[in-house]
T-cell receptor
Framework: KAGVTQTPRYLIKTRGQQVTLSCSPISGHRSVSWYQQTPGQGLQFLFEYFSETQRNKGNFPGRFSGRQFSNSRSEMNVSTLELGDSALYLC???????????FGPGTRLTVT | SQQGEEDPQALSIQEGENATMNCSYKTSINNLQWYRQNSGRGLVHLILIRSNEREKHSGRLRVTLDTSKKSSSLLITASRAADTASYFCATDGYNNAGNMLTFGGGTRLMVKP
């Protein structure tokens, strides 16, 4: 089976712009989660989608949003980018609750 | 906030030696997972241990879980230079209605050839 894929792998944006990141889960996986990794805060949970519904949400401002499509692919959007949004954004998929989560390679976002 | 705290933060050993990393967490869990990350790349899943399990093995990896002490350990036996990476524990909380991992700060392991 193909692993979790994320596009794009690298992105440079300017403060104030918005960005959309994409994640394709492992075939058959219905749960998709997003995480942000920064040197200062480490790995932090953003949100989780299951069958197109957001099940969990982390402690991030409303500028961070996401959605999941019927084929389980997911996108996350960050509006009005700030310098502090520079991070590695990781997507993970799982077959269900209380199972292993498999991570994609991440999207490295740089905000200038 | 981080659920887990990992100890040590950094570990340097010689190839062939064993490496032990510890993780402590604060609240009840459904499961605890260990991941490896090489140089800011994606996380590689190593082992999942559920709250009703005490020990699990996978190749050269051995994970223990002590829910009474809210702690876990990851042992890598006969380490190799390729094991050089950051290792993270992540907990899936008991009250989560879904998947929501809370990560520790990680242990940076360096294995010298």
């Amino acid at each position: 089976k193909a692993g979790v894929t994320q596009t794009p792998r690298y992105l440079i944006k300017t403060r104030g712009q918005q960005v959309t990141l994409s994640c394709s889960p492992i075939s058959g996986h219905r749960s998709v989660s997003w995480y942000q990794q920064t040197p200062g805060q480490g790995l932090q949970f953003l949100f989780e989608y299951f069958s197109e519904t957001q099940r969990n949400k982390g402690n991030f401002p409303g500028r961070f949003s996401g959605r999941q499509f019927s084929n389980s692919r997911s996108e996350m959007n960050v509006s009005t980018l700030e310098l502090g949004d520079s991070a590695l954004y990781l997507c993970a998929s799982s077959i269900g609750t209380d199972y292993e989560q498999y991570f994609g390679p991440g999207t490295r976002l740089t905000v200038t | 906030s981080q659920q887990g705290e990992e100890d040590p933060q950094a570990l340097s050993i010689q190839e062939g030696e064993n490496a032990t990393m510890n993780c402590s967490y604060k609240t009840s869990i459904n499961n605890l997972q260990w991941y490896r990350q090489n140089s800011g790349r994606g996380l590689v899943h190593l082992i999942l241990i559920r709250s009703n399990e005490r020990e699990k093995h996978s190749g050269r990896l051995r994970v223990t879980l002590d829910t009474s002490k809210k702690s876990s350990s990851l042992l890598i036996t006969a380490s190799r230079a390729a094991d050089t990476a950051s290792y993270f524990c992540a907990t899936d909380g008991y009250n989560n209605a879904g998947n929501m991992l809370t990560f520790g700060g990680g242990t940076r392991l360096m294995v010298k050839p």
